[in-house]
């Protein structure tokens, strides 16, 4: 597909069929509000009013200041406070329960004791799934007359009914 160039023409008929959309739109917006109660207006701009921007004072900026400094020096106390009862505290608390070697044996002995049942219950019930059930067995189909001892037996009750028509 060739590549189109964007004459002055081609924008200004662009231009005006957007601002024809427009128009429609508005008009669309108007009924709406109109069905609602609301009184039609045209679109309303942002105002050109621009406010000031807001100053603090410096005393309201002191204040601040000195309010953030407290909370600071608050959380920094009490972060050294906590440090401090960290490392002395080490002495005081229980020390670490060891177990003995006999108590991990016996942990060890009946860990393997539970493996070991859990094993051999599962092999049994993979030896009781590849283990066929009895089934009865079903008696044998009565085979079907084969086509050609039919055919054979027609063709001679034929032969036999034309010799007795004939006699």
Not at 73 to 88: D, N, S
Not at 90 to 114: L, Q, V
């Amino acid at each position: 597909m060739p590549e189109q160039i964007l004459t002055p023409e081609i924008l200004a008929a662009a231009l005006q069929g957007l601002e024809a959309q427009r128009a429609r739109l508005d008009a669309h917006i108007a009924e709406t509000r109109r069905l609602l109660g609301a009184r039609s207006q045209q679109p309303t701009a942002p105002p050109d009013v621009v406010r000031p921007k807001r100053k603090m004072s410096a005393a309201g900026r002191k204040r601040i200041a000195a309010a953030t400094k407290k909370r600071w020096a608050e959380f920094h106390q009490k972060q050294a406070e906590a440090a401090k009862t960290a490392k002395e505290p080490a002495a005081a608390t229980k020390p670490k329960r060891k177990m003995s070697a006999a108590g991990r044996k016996r942990i060890a002995d009946a860990t393997r004791k539970r493996w070991a049942e859990f094993h051999r219950k599962k092999a049994e019930a993979a030896a009781k799934a590849r283990k066929p059930a009895a089934v009865k067995k079903a008696a044998p189909k009565k085979a079907a007359p084969k086509k050609a001892a039919v055919k054979k037996a027609a063709a001679e009750a034929a032969a036999q009914a034309v010799q007795e028509a004939a006699s």
